[in-house]
């Protein structure tokens, strides 16, 4: 397996990759239940969040046998407000995107940000996000990206932080000496936000 940055010209099988990773995902379940409203969903905010960040945002890929199995997205540290910054640029790149299913995902930015708010302050770090092919999930493809990533981010001395929202991603993360800073529920959805820290040296 190897680990690499990504290439502009692979945004659109990377775009494929977080559509079948993420479309069963709780979280996207309930910020959009239909399911081929969902894919295109999911493609328009992936879409926008990898052009938005391409040439700022360190972008690895993991890939074996020439194809892309999994990616991880890492948001170099940032001055204060550029969470927000990211959070309304998402929203204004989805105008297609049904109404009642952007009232959802302000849900759940709404939820972030209250994790935002118990993360350690800027300069941080930030895992946002990480997927991989459902057929090679189990398979050490996440760890392999977050290995990579962990002298860097400790050479830097500044910590990192990340949200994740299922509950055995946490345990993951826990192994890499990320620590859980807070839950929060997302509206009705049954889905909770960890949000998720992590010292330098772990």
Known sequence: MEIRSMKLEELEEVLDLAVAAFNNAALYRYIEPGEAERAAFLRAFFRQR?????????????????KIIGAAVWQPPEPAGFQREIRLSAQEAMREIAPETLRRLGIF???MQAGHERNPPPPVWVLTPIFIDPAFQGRGVGSRLIKKQLPLMDQSGIPCTLYAQEPVNVEIYRRYG???????RVGDSGVVSYAM??????
């Open 178 to 184: 990320f620590r859980v800073t807070g839950e929060d």
């Open 197 to 202: 820290a992590r010292p330098v040296g772990g």
């Open 50 to 66: 990898f052009v938005n960040g391409f040439g700022y945002n360190q972008i690895d890929l993991a890939v074996e046998e020439g």
């Open 109 to 111: 930015f709404a939820a």
